[in-house]
């Protein structure tokens, strides 16, 4: 995460992350998280992610917030399709 994301992947739990860009255009930053993906994928590792964009946005907490709530519901979505019967 940090060689896609140098200086802008803070843990903030266990195995949660965030990352905060700046002075980016949103394609690239899609790029770069493409990029992630495929990188966790070739790890074999199981990783949900809640993505928020928002451009000029100055409130810090209600963005973590509203990526937190995306990545649960990203996380409950992918252990629904891939319950073990």
């Keep these: 995460m940090e060689n896609i994301f140098p200086g802008n992947a803070f843990r903030v739990g266990g ?25 966790m994928e070739k790890r074999k590792e199981n990783f949900s992610i ?17 990526a937190d709530n995306i990545m649960y519901t990203e996380k409950k979505k992918y252990h629904l399709e891939n319950k073990e019967l």
């Design 15 to 39: 195995d949660e992350f965030v990352i905060i860009e700046t002075g980016i255009v949103k394609a690239q930053f899609f790029q770069k998280l493409d990029e992630l993906r495929r990188e």
């Design 50 to 66: 809640g993505v928020l964009w928002r451009e000029n946005e100055n409130d810090i907490v209600t963005m973590l917030k509203e």
